[in-house]
């Protein structure tokens, strides 16, 4: 006796393994999709993190050392399980010089110079330029002032030095 198997059997069989190739195929081609998406996703991330620690450079490079210690970062986890700077900033010293209006507008024109200092300045960097310069027009008003007052009550270094020389004489 010869068995044969059923046509309906043989096909159910081949029809089955087609539906497992055509199943392996998909996940194969979802697991490179995701592959791809997660390669791309960490270059996007090594990306910006160099952009942002340039930037942040920039910034320590043209303050002068007015900088209060070095760039602080803020960091997300890439799909690599690797830490990445997406944003940053540099803290520096606004203060005015006191009783010395000249070195205060130096030291807002280094501020301005260093909040500008990146390629593409963010909305804080331009608002710290700002800043310097009301800092520097608060300074030039006080030394005009200063001038002014120096201009209507000048020292008279002689009669100084005579009134001491008449209390020795």
Same mark, same amino acid.
Do not use: C, W
């Given at each position: ?59 320590i490079a043209a303050s002068g050392g007015l900088t209060k210690g070095g760039a602080s ?20 010293? $606004? ?42 027009? $608060? ?31």
């Open positions: 006796m010869v068995i044969s198997p059923s046509p309906s059997a043989l096909s159910f069989h081949i029809t089955s393994i087609g539906l497992e190739k055509s199943a392996r195929a998909q996940e194969s081609k979802q697991s490179q999709e995701t592959l791809s998406t997660q390669k791309k996703d960490v270059v996007e991330l090594q990306n910006r993190d160099r952009e942002v620690r340039n930037h942040e450079q920039a910034h970062f803020s960091f997300q986890r890439g799909s690599d399980g690797k830490l990445y700077a997406v944003g940053g900033e540099v803290s520096i010293d $606004t203060s005015p010089v006191p009783g010395n209006p000249q070195a205060t507008i130096q030291k807002a024109q280094q501020i301005r110079a260093a909040a500008l200092a990146p390629a593409d300045p963010s909305a804080q960097d331009r608002a710290v330029a700002v800043a310097a310069n009301a800092i520097e027009a $608060t300074a030039r008003k006080e030394l005009q002032e200063k001038t002014k007052e120096d201009e209507t009550h000048p020292e008279r270094p002689n009669e100084a030095l005579s009134s001491r020389i008449d209390l020795f004489v």
